[in-house]
């Protein structure tokens, strides 16, 4: 049996393993690089193998960085199924579309405005791409077994990262393999805590924060505070927001606020189609999360939901104090842009950072002081306030990421370290082989290993 890692080795981004076994190959997620420009630029590279080749594809959620190539995958020659929850099908569904619109736009703004390096400027897929994708999902249950093939079978588990996200087991060659996907953590505020392995030969945890633990923080009482201040500075509050359960999360905090009076009769604004769109998935997969629909219904009144760009617009040039909830959350593409570009210039204006920033991202800029940032070929002077809530993230922190081994009633053979950077895989690597004494290993991209 092989494994070869095309994604998420050295980087949070791109998750791609691809294993091998008699002659069956599966590809455990197919995600999007993001970030610095020479990760980006490997979206347009080919596979090392021909896509037609691949059987099956694994998703453990809906995030881009997991199932952000599926596009190019499928438009290469892929015709194999891809299996996943019921949410993450259609949280994908909303992604890849929303993934494939922005580049359309994107491409067509450096084409009009000659702002692109590129003759012409292409997007690394189209909408009908995105769609060619959806006839090959094929939906599980979690806790349910799945057989690929005579000797191969996939078990996913709840990992309480986003709503539909599964670590996957799998069974093969008289081994277990056991793929973390994305953990979420114990006390997250929707999701319910993550199902920790029992048993693996071969464990592909994520590292993402590898070197952090989250600070204890009283979230609800940061942002009461950060929103008053705001608006006693007649401001505007811009959060940048992952679209799928980080928008959610937001919401439903900025609800119990205004529910117990801690925070002004201002506009709250959602300005993420995807993001609006994501809360009918809640609805129709109430055993995912937390919320009832009691709450759900009571939580989207004080929004103000912008779908159509009109709105959009009409929000930015109304100046008076308000809180707007955008996409992208790690500021690289989406409808936050046009609020950055027209208030990030503005001292009275505070943005907050809720979530991971990967390396060259602009909120990774920003949170590491950047004076000015490039949007659509221009830059922007940085005035406004930058602060973080770094207790609203939907990734396990170091302890969570340990104590999710802790249930293991065998000893794994080797613990592959993926899905981080760098540094924080190998602060982990250190931490995991001290609390149990398991062999880990950080590979690199490209790298294979036979097990």
């Given amino acids: 049996m092989k494994i070869k890692f095309l994604g998420g080795a050295g980087t949070v981004t791109g998750s791609k393993t691809l294993i091998e076994s008699n002659g069956i190959r599966i590809l455990i997620d197919c995600g999007q690089f993001q970030g610095l420009k020479p990760l980006r630029e490997l979206n347009w590279e080919p596979l090392p193998i021909l ?8 998703l453990t959620h809906g995030h881009l960085d997991h199932c952000g190539w599926l596009p190019r995958l499928v438009n290469q020659g ?16 909303l992604i890849l579309l929303d993934s494939a619109k922005i580049q359309e736009e994107e491409a067509n703004k450096a084409n009009k405005e000659h702002f692109s390096k590129h003759e012409k400027a292409e997007p690394l897929y189209n909408v009908e791409q ?16 799945v057989q690929l093939d005579a000797e191969i079978l996939a078990v996913f588990r709840n990992a309480g990262h986003i709503i539909g996200a599964c ?22 505020v929707l999701m319910f805590p993550p199902e920790k392995p029992k048993e693996a ?28 201040n705001t608006y006693q500075n007649n401001g505007t509050v811009i959060i940048p927001s992952f679209a799928v359960e980080r928008a959610q999360t937001i919401m439903y905090l900025i609800w119990k606020l205004k529910e117990e009076d801690r925070i002004p009769n201002i506009p709250y604004i959602i300005d993420t189609p995807m993001g609006i769109s994501v809360l009918d998935v809640f609805t129709n997969n109430k055993n995912w999360h937390k919320l009832s629909e009691e709450e759900c219904v009571q939580m989207c009144k004080i929004f103000t939901m912008n779908s159509d760009y009109q709105e959009t617009i009409n929000t930015i040039y109304n100046k008076q104090p308000k809180v707007v909830i955008a996409a992208s959350g790690m500021i690289t593409g989406g409808r936050v842009l046009s609020y950055l570009e027209e208030y990030i210039g503005l001292p009275e204006t505070t943005i907050i950072i809720v ?70 895989a190998d602060e982990l690597r250190i931490k995991i082989q001290e609390k149990y004494g398991f062999d880990c290993a950080v590979p690199l991209l490209g790298q294979e290993f036979e097990l």
């Avoid at 896509?51 to 694994?58: C, E, G, H, Q, R």
């Avoid at 920003?366 to 000015?372: D, I, K, M, R, V």
């Fill in 51 to 58: 896509p037609n080749t691949i059987d099956f594809v694994l």
């Fill in 78 to 93: 892929f015709e194999g199924k891809i299996y996943c929850t019921s949410p993450t099908a259609s949280v994908s569904k």
């Fill in 130 to 145: 995105s769609k060619a994708v959806f006839p090959l999902f094929r939906v599980i249950n979690a806790d349910q077994e």
């Fill in 167 to 188: 670590s996957i087991e799998l069974k093969l060659e008289g081994k277990t393999l056991v793929f973390s996907g994305d953990i979420g953590r114990d006390d997250d």
């Fill in 201 to 228: 030969d071969y464990i592909f945890l994520e590292s993402t924060y590898g070197n952090r633990i989250h600070p204890d923080d009283d979230v609800k009482l940061l942002l009461e505070t950060y929103i008053n």
């Fill in 355 to 424: 979530g991971y920033q990967g390396e060259g991202t602009r909120g990774r800029k920003l949170l590491e002081g950047a004076t000015e940032i490039k949007i659509h070929g221009k830059y922007y002077p940085v005035k406004a306030k930058i602060l973080e809530i770094q207790g609203l993230s939907a990734h396990g922190d170091q302890n969570d990421l340990i104590n999710w081994l802790s249930e293991l009633k065998n000893k794994p053979q080797k613990v592959f370290l993926v899905h981080g950077e760098n540094q924080p």
